[in-house]
């Protein structure tokens, strides 16, 4: 990897098992991957939410000329329709899925999904998210996370990889540079130990990472009174 990003080589590295693999146990959990390749000059790296932006990604690595790393999960794509035509994904932009005021919600890879069915369940508690799909570790877009940001005030990052210098803590490395912090943070993602054997719902379900647990963080971190909002400070 060393060699392949010193000399900017075009390689597409191709990460399968990203993020819980359920029953092929600790050993085989792709918790990590995030957290040290996001340290490596030159490297792109990128994950798609579903089987139609896999297909999107592959495509713009194939293309992009440089080193990129495309992650993606154990286990069956989600049921989106394929599209015939692709077109590649702008380096470093990220989308926005749902608009809301109360709290900013940004996903990487496979916990997007999750995190727009934990924002439909807010919804009908009175709570409106902002769901942005990153896309791309690095680079990140930190012109559009700083604005809504900015603009929300609570924000929460959810990943599939160890939260020690992963996804989330790439986003703070944002807010640091740029002088700013929003009112209230939170990340979600995998602690530091290594992951039980166990279904990848189940575990999912165990971390807090899937739709309900997503619900719940996001919930505390609104903290919302008979429609105020309490800024606690944790």
């Known amino acids: 990897i060393h060699d392949v990003c010193l000399q900017k080589l075009p390689v597409v590295f191709a990460m399968d098992r990203g993020g819980l693999v359920g029953e092929d146990g600790p050993t085989h959990h792709g918790a990590f991957d995030l957290s040290f390749l996001r340290h490596i000059p030159n490297m792109v790296l990128m994950a798609p939410k579903d089987e139609g932006e896999l297909q999107q990604m592959l495509k713009t690595a194939v293309e992009f000329g440089g080193p990129i790393g495309l992650r993606y999960p154990r286990g069956n794509g989600v049921g989106v329709p394929l599209k015939e035509e692709l077109e590649p994904v702008a380096i470093g932009k990220a989308e926005v899925l749902r608009e809301g005021d109360d709290v900013l919600l940004i996903g990487i890879g496979s916990t997007v999904h999750p995190v727009m069915e934990a924002a439909e369940q807010l919804h009908q508690q009175g709570i409106e998210a902002t769901v942005v799909n990153a896309r791309f570790v690095k680079p990140l877009d930190q012109e559009l996370i700083l604005r809504l940001a900015k603009k929300i005030g609570r924000v929460m990052t959810i990943e599939e990889n160890a939260l020690q210098g992963g ?9 640091q540079e740029a002088s700013f912090f929003p009112r209230k943070f939170k990340r979600l993602g995998l602690p530091d130990e290594f992951i039980i054997h166990g279904s990848q719902a189940t575990l999912r379900d165990l971390l807090g990472i899937d739709a ?20 606690a400070i944790r």
């Open 167 to 175: 996804f989330g803590s790439a986003v703070l490395e944002v807010f």
């Open 212 to 231: 309900q647990g997503i619900e719940r963080a996001a919930v505390e971190l609104c903290e919302k009174h008979h429609g105020q909002t309490i800024y």
